[in-house]
Each structure stands twice: as structure tokens, then as C-alpha cells.
């Protein structure tokens, strides 16, 4: 399939060479005619290559810088809620509770994954989701429990600052194709 960088760059070409050839532009050296689509493809894998050549951070950075910014937005709640002394252990266990698992979670090889009959992989997958739903409901349970310790204003906050906690939806584009942000709105 050809990148929407590269249709733009032969359209181009194909533009240039058109025009080119009708006398449109000032007649240039035969020499130089071919060099100049050359170029332009030439420039056209340059601006590719550095994202061929990108490469992951390494995951052990990656959680540290996770759990730094995790750190500064929790930070940034309690001082937004205005906890009360009776309040710090409900936040103490919510915060704990919450807590993402520690290091970088076990990853299978495609390759290796690739290997498994279709009912294995099933299986994996559904353990996997198990999981998932298990860790969810401890963070759903955590936060309910300390929501109820909340005073009305207070919860007004914890609501507003955690609308977009939950916001996974958006990490790879959300319905409207864009990062963050909310979703447009729809005529019913």
C-alpha cells in the first residue's frame, strides 16, 4: 500500500513533469530533468527513514516515566480535593489500591504466539481479559469506597479531575480519528 507521503510526492512528480513538458516553464538542460524527480524521491525517503529507524523506549524508562506523571496528577487531586486528617487513610488505601502493577507487564512473541493453535491462543486471550476485569473491579471497588468518604463539593472534584483518568480510548485515536479531546458531538 502506497503512503499518503509518497502519493503526494509522485503527484508531484507526475504535476512537474506535465508541466514541464507542455513548455509551461522555462526550457532547463536535458541533463537536469532527471535528477530532479531523483531528488525529490531522494528527499522523500529521507523524511521516511527517521521513522523507520525510530525505536521504543526502553520499558524500564518508560514506567519510570509513568509512574512519575501518575504520581504528579495524584498529587495534583489531593490538593484539588482538600482532604480532611479523617480523609488520608480512605486516600492512602485508594491511592494503593489504584496502583498500576510494578514493572513492565510479561509480553508473548508474536512469533511465539503465532505457533499456538486457535483454541490456545483463545485461552490466552481470555485469561488475559480475566485479568484485566480483576484488576478493574480492585480499582472500581478502591475508588467507590473512597468516593463515599467524600463530602458533596468534594466529590463535584474528584469528578471533574478524573473524567479523563479512564480516557484509554483516546491513546491510539478515539471515535473522531483524534487524540484527546472530546468526542464530537452527534445529531440524534
Known sequence: MISLRQR????????????????AFAQAPAASAPAAPAAAVAQADGAAAPKAQHKRADPAQRM??????????????????????AQ???????????????????????????KLTTPERLERMQTRQ?????????????TKTFYATLSPDQQKT?????????GHRWHRGGPDGH???PAPATKS
Open 88 to 114: 488520608e487513610g480512605a486516600w492512602s488505601t485508594f491511592t494503593t489500591a489504584t496502583q498500576p502493577p510494578a514493572g513492565p507487564r510479561p509480553r508473548m512473541d508474536r512469533a511465539e504466539f503465532a
Open 158 to 166: 474528584f469528578d471533574t479531575e478524573t473524567a479523563h483518568f479512564g
Open 8 to 23: 503526494i510526492v509522485w503527484a508531484s512528480l507526475l504535476g512537474s513533469a506535465a508541466l514541464a513538458s507542455s513548455g
Open 179 to 181: 487524540h484527546g479531546g
Open 64 to 85: 519510570a516515566r509513568m509512574q512519575e506523571h501518575r504520581a504528579k496528577r495524584m498529587a495534583a487531586l489531593k490538593d484539588k480535593l482538600k482532604l480532611t486528617s
Open 130 to 142: 480475566a485479568e484485566r476485569s480483576a484488576m478493574f473491579a480492585k480499582r472500581a471497588d478502591a
